[in-house]
Nanobody
């Protein structure tokens, strides 16, 4: 089994910064990619950032380009998301998602989700 655990959310003033982390653990065989999604109250879940594990390539939603930066540490199976120049519109629950294959099913990856971490941007 695989677990994703997010950390780093909190309350920050507009213009401030936060760093979110997502740690994957369990019987991991291969990580294909990790994503950060967010969901604001009354809105649909939105894909914010993606990082591929092997190629270390990143992609971002237009709304966060230039402000958010994704990175990964493949020795620790961890993905981080640096959130800079935060705006009230960034307030949401942020979720980590990853496609991972396990030692039991090395050729059949599944999608896993973390429990979410709350980010509130307010003065």
């Amino acid at each position: 089994q695989v677990q994703l655990v997010e950390s780093g959310g909190g309350l920050v003033q507009p213009g401030g910064s936060l760093r979110l982390s997502c740690a994957a653990s369990g019987s991991i065989f291969n990580i294909y990619y990790m994503n950060w999604y967010r969901q604001a109250p009354g809105k649909q879940r939105e894909l914010v950032a993606t990082i591929t594990w092997r190629g270390n390539t990143t992609d971002y939603a237009d709304s966060v380009k230039g402000r958010f930066t994704a990175s990964r540490d493949n020795t620790k199976n961890t993905m981080s998301l640096q959130l800079n120049s935060l705006e009230p519109e960034d307030t949401a629950d942020y979720y980590c998602n990853a496609r991972i294959s396990t030692l039991v099913r090395p050729t059949r990856p599944l999608d896993y989700w973390g429990q979410g971490t709350q980010v509130t941007v307010s003065s």
